[in-house]
């Protein structure tokens, strides 16, 4: 049974695009852009209101940036969402964004953007507030280019944005090929079933195939082990993470700041441990939060290209 709901901006997942562009003293902009896609394999089309700044600085100098937003600096490409060009023009500085002049368009390439596309103004309508920009040059950080000159997204940790819910996601790791369906389904060659083989040949190296199989077997009892331990692991992860987030919230309370000033001043028991008044002990435990998250995440990329 299905429900419906009504008129919606479902459509998920949207990349999260930072636009670049010049104000009128050539200080740069940028704006957190939701909806916008290809509009052809040359062209690029956002939806923008014309009151926003970006809009008027692309009708003055014809040119404006897509960059594509990752996860290092989901805060940044939030923020710049959410403030104004039209009220703070130097938004930027509040960022670790830095602006970086295009080679082919009057507008700035936002740094820290794996992958950036330098577009020469089209057109705008201001009715349906499409914008379109021709794609003139494409640049991405060289280290997310192989030796073979081929681009590796899935290392770009790229984030896309969900309407539904209203958060950021992961853009998701490789789970097949495109347009690899046809010659698969229409296989004249592909046999469905379980091929039978004959008493002879199944006889030969027979003494390799049970070392084989024991073998197999053995790695198998193995690999069941230690998803075992690692599942229970994750769970013992998971279930502290309500704990895990008020000692977050502490470190960055105000609470913290007046416990660390009595620690300085010598109000606190000398023998009482007080590592978590170390300003560098807990911000490395509370970053390795991220490094395992990046790690399982390269795991299970890893698991799904080996099955794929």
Same mark, same amino acid.
């Given at each position: 049974?299905?429900?419906?709901?009504?008129?919606? !901006?479902?459509?998920? !997942?949207?990349?999260? %695009?930072?636009?670049?562009?010049?104000?009128?003293?050539?200080?740069?902009?940028?704006?957190?852009?939701?909806? *916008?896609s290809m509009r052809d394999d040359k062209s690029i089309s956002l939806y923008i209101n014309p009151v926003r700044k970006t809009?008027?600085?692309?009708?003055?100098?014809?040119? @404006?940036?897509?960059?594509? #937003?990752?996860?290092?600096?989901?805060?940044?490409?939030?923020?710049?969402?959410?403030? /104004?060009?039209?009220?703070?023009k130097d938004k930027l500085k509040r960022t670790s964004f830095e602006a970086i002049k295009s080679e082919f368009v009057d #507008? !700035?390439?936002?740094?820290?953007? !794996?992958?950036?596309?330098?577009?020469?103004?089209? /057109?705008?309508?201001?009715?349906?507030?499409?914008?379109? *920009?021709?794609?003139?040059?494409?640049?991405?950080?060289?280290?997310?280019?192989?030796?073979? *000159?081929?681009?590796?997204?899935?290392?770009?940790?790229?984030?896309?944005?969900?309407?539904?819910?209203?958060?950021?996601?992961?853009?998701?790791? @490789?789970?097949?090929?495109? @347009?690899?369906?046809?010659?698969?389904?229409?296989?004249?060659?592909?046999?469905?079933?379980?091929?039978?083989?004959?008493?002879?040949?199944?006889?030969?190296?027979?003494?390799? &195939?049970?070392? &084989?199989?024991?073998?197999?077997?053995?790695?198998?009892?193995?690999?069941?082990?230690?998803?075992?331990?690692?599942?229970?692991?994750?769970?013992?992860?998971?279930? @502290?993470?309500?704990?895990?987030?008020? $000692?977050?919230?502490?470190?960055?309370?105000?609470?913290?700041?007046?416990?660390?000033? #009595?620690?300085?001043?010598?109000?606190?028991p000398e023998d009482m441990e007080r590592g978590v008044l170390n300003e560098d002990i807990p911000y490395d435990v509370l970053?390795?939060?991220?490094? %395992?998250?990046?790690?399982?995440?390269?795991? /299970?990329?890893?698991? $799904?290209?080996?099955?794929?």
């Amino acid at each position: 049974m299905r429900k419906n709901i009504g008129i919606k !901006p479902y459509l998920l !997942p949207m990349p999260v %695009l930072v636009i670049g562009t010049y104000n009128e003293d050539k200080s740069p902009n940028a704006m957190n852009v939701a909806y *916008g896609s290809m509009r052809d394999d040359k062209s690029i089309s956002l939806y923008i209101n014309p009151v926003r700044k970006t809009i008027k600085n692309v009708l003055r100098t014809k040119a @404006f940036t897509v960059n594509l #937003a990752d996860m290092e600096h989901l805060l940044d490409a939030d923020y710049i969402g959410i403030v /104004s060009g039209n009220e703070n023009k130097d938004k930027l500085k509040r960022t670790s964004f830095e602006a970086i002049k295009s080679e082919f368009v009057d #507008a !700035p390439i936002i740094s820290f953007s !794996p992958l950036s596309i330098e577009c020469k103004f089209v /057109s705008y309508d201001e009715k349906d507030h499409r914008l379109v *920009g021709e794609i003139v040059n494409v640049c991405v950080e060289e280290e997310f280019i192989d030796q073979d *000159g081929k681009i590796k997204t899935e290392s770009m940790d790229l984030i896309t944005y969900n309407p539904v819910e209203n958060t950021y996601n992961l853009l998701g790791g @490789f789970v097949g090929n495109a @347009f690899a369906s046809k010659e698969i389904m229409e296989d004249e060659n592909l046999d469905m079933e379980a091929e039978e083989y004959s008493e002879e040949y199944l006889k030969k190296d027979l003494d390799k &195939r049970i070392k &084989r199989i024991t073998k197999m077997e053995k790695i198998m009892e193995e690999l069941s082990k230690v998803q075992e331990k690692l599942n229970e692991a994750l769970d013992e992860f998971e279930n @502290f993470k309500e704990k895990a987030k008020a $000692f977050d919230d502490y470190y960055s309370s105000e609470k913290w700041m007046e416990d660390y000033s #009595a620690d300085d001043m010598g109000l606190l028991p000398e023998d009482m441990e007080r590592g978590v008044l170390n300003e560098d002990i807990p911000y490395d435990v509370l970053g390795e939060n991220y490094n %395992l998250a990046m790690r399982m995440k390269d795991l /299970s990329r890893n698991i $799904f290209n080996e099955r794929n």
